[in-house]
Nanobody, 119 residues
Framework: QVQLVESGGGSVQSGGSLRLSCAAS?????MAWFRRAPGKEREGVAR???????NYIDSVKGRFTISRDNAKNTLYLQMDIVKPEDTAMYYC????????????????WGQGTQVTVSS
């Protein structure tokens, strides 16, 4: 059983930065960040495989950076140039199957951390 605990959420003004962290009891194949904005379905934001391969959705490319510290079993999401539309609950997820944005490929989820971006 992999346990995931997110931290680092909060309120930030548009154009600012925020770094989310996810402490994992262990790292497995694919680690990812998802988010659920008010009134919307949860969506994948960024993912990183155990090989270090990263992927981002178009709306965050060039602004967000996903990384992992294997020595600390910690996943990060550096959020720069944030926009009001980035406001959401952000979830850390871990999976052993395909590294994708399909929720069914992730067996483990954190509780989430809220990010609010004001204009």
């Amino acid at each position: 059983q992999v346990q995931l605990v997110e931290s680092g959420g909060g309120s930030v003004q548009s154009g600012g930065s925020l770094r989310l962290s996810c402490a994992a009891s262990e790292f497995i194949y694919c680690m990812a960040w998802f988010r659920r904005a008010p009134g919307k379905e949860r969506e994948g934001v960024a993912r990183i495989s155990s090989y270090g391969t990263t992927n981002y959705i178009d709306s965050v490319k060039g602004r967000f950076t996903i990384s992992r510290d294997n020595a600390k079993n910690t996943l990060y999401l550096q959020m720069d140039i944030v926009k009001p539309e980035d406001t959401a609950m952000y979830y850390c997820a871990a999976g052993t199957r395909f590294c994708s944005y399909r929720e069914e490929d992730f067996a483990y989820w954190g509780q989430g951390t809220q990010v609010t971006v004001s204009s």
